[in-house]
């Protein structure tokens, strides 16, 4: 509960809402909604941008032998499209809300640091845009996976992976300087009376993300830059020959893509955790356990990453260490599910769109956690590794998991962003075509990788083509109900009915409290949680 004055959340004061105008206001803005609302805009950008080099993927592989494509720009796309929509679409997205809701979640004027804020926003579309020009460079743009193994990234690399190692370098730098700006603002500007254990889960599971962002991101820039070296300044870290380990590239990058996999999966868990319980008219079940869970999953992400190098021929005895550490990690997980379905467990439940995607997530999420788990145990990985059942997992994991909550995301909150109700009609369709298509899209790739295709390649063995045919009709129809999504942003945006400071009944928080549209500065004084 909350003691609040309309003073207090700006509404009565017009000078408080003053905003600049014309396209300097989003150059120049320190406004954490307006470069939230960037980063929101520039994600979907992406996402689509890396949704049609998917298309080109799945047109590819729509029958066997070779239809489209070049195999070397096939490899292109398959890089690039990973590249994108892990640095620009799902991160972003996060960074995006994280700078819309926090500071509203816990009282606070602005973020803490809002020059660097506009900096880390604003590097981000000259890191992508270099990306993608590298596609047009002489000898293509990086083919080398988007977890670009060395010697592919050095010994056999196009020219232009000098580009792609200082598009990286960027997103890690905006990555980190997003990063300290939450923890600086979560520490120092929480409303007088909220301790850290009445934050809402959502600015918990950010505040654990962003730690694990500063700790990783300097490991990846570390193997990007010996990835460079190597390639153009004759060092041989990765190189056998001059008395380097390839191996050793495989332990740097998995030691920073293990926990960037939770820093994609984190932010999802605190937005379910607001969104199931105020669909179920209930408070949210466990909420210390779901905290702890969120740490306890975060540090044991450091001692996981090798169950991605089962094949490399460690010891037996790392193997099992790594294939233990991996099991363990699914307690905490199942806590949060638990934790879930206990919460709609005899509440009043509705299902507007914002609760389809969570309840989606939840089922969907749960499946990826489950093939995750088949692929912790080491024999049966030896047959998993580099199948499309990989593919399947981590899709299921990314896809349904981390995209759909940011889709939760946006339709329960876009009513207080615009001030307008969305199309329900047009959301309804966007979801059961969406829930439909991804499962069609995922599913069978498991039944692929089972039976043993093998991925990243333009072309297969015949016995594939039926499935793959289901697969990619599935790919492009996922792809084609995005633009619902789209159609619907746009309407919203422009108009329709009015929404209330609360749109949703069983919606609580700091953030429902404030009118809708948001009044651009929100908390003139904090107000006092009681």
Known sequence: MTDMTPDQVGADHHDHDHKPSGIMRWVLTTNHKDIG???????????????????????????????LVEPNFFNQMTTVHGLIMVFGAVMPAFTGLANWMVPMMIGAPDMALPRMNNWSFWILPFAFAILLMSLFMEGGGPNFGWTFYAPLSTTYSPDSTALFVFAVHIMGISSIMGAINVIVTIMNLRAPGMTYMKMPLFVWTWFITAFLLIAVMPVLAGAVTMVLTDKYFATSFFDAAGGGDPVMFQHIFWFFGHPEVYIMILPSFGIISAIVPAFSRKKLFGYASMVYATASIAGLSFIVWAH???????????????????????????????NWVATMWRGSMTFETPMLFALAFIVLFTIGGFSGLMLAITPVDFQYHDTYFVVAHFHYVLVSGAIFSIMAAAYYWLPKWTGHMYDTKLASWHFWCSLISVNVLFF???FLGLAGMPRRIPDYALQFADINAIVSIGGFAFGLSQLIFLALIVKCIRGGEKAPAKPWDGAEGLEWEVPSPAPYHTFSTPPRID
């Open 37 to 67: 609302t960037m980063y929101l805009l520039f994600s979907f950008a992406m996402f689509l941008t890396g949704g049609a080099m998917a298309m080109v993927i799945r047109a590819e592989l729509f029958q066997p032998g070779l239809q």
């Open 308 to 338: 991605h190098m089962f094949t490399t021929g460690m010891p037996v005895f790392a193997e099992l260490f790594f294939m233990f550490c991996t099991m363990l990690i699914s307690v905490p997980t199942g806590v949060k599910v638990f």
């Open 444 to 446: 069978p790739m498991h």
